[in-house]
């Protein structure tokens, strides 16, 4: 059973950084996309980044690109969403997903293994 373990949320000002840490356990993920995914209160989960863990190919949503970056820790089986420049719309419950096929998609329903969550409150 694969499971997803998101870390590193938290309270920060505007222009600030954080790093989110999704700890992976379960399977060997060389063939799998990793992906990060935001939510907030009434309106639908949003396509953040990716990365395909065998070639470490990337994608990122306009709204984040030049200023988050995924990467992943093979020997800890960790995939990291660094964040820097946060803005108060960057605030959202941020989660980490997992995809069987190393296509990268944008669509919270091509993953099949999700995290429970972590928080990201940006302050103005």
């Known amino acids: 059973q694969v499971q997803l373990v998101e870390s590193g949320g938290g309270l920060v000002q505007t222009g600030g950084s954080l790093r989110l840490s999704c700890a992976a356990s379960?399977?060997?993920?060389?063939?799998?996309?990793m992906g990060w995914f935001r939510q907030t209160s009434g309106k639908e989960r949003e396509f953040v980044a990716a990365l395909n863990w065998k070639n470490s190919r990337t994608r990122y949503a306009d709204s984040v690109k030049d200023r988050f970056t995924v990467s992943r820790d093979n020997a800890k089986n960790t995939v990291y969403l660094q964040m820097n420049s946060l803005k108060p719309e960057d605030t959202a419950l941020y989660y980490c997903a997992a995809r069987t096929s190393d296509v990268i998609t944008t669509s919270p329903g091509g993953y099949i293994y999700w995290g429970q969550g972590t928080q990201v409150t940006v302050s103005s």
């Open positions: 379960g399977r060997a993920f060389s063939s799998y996309t």
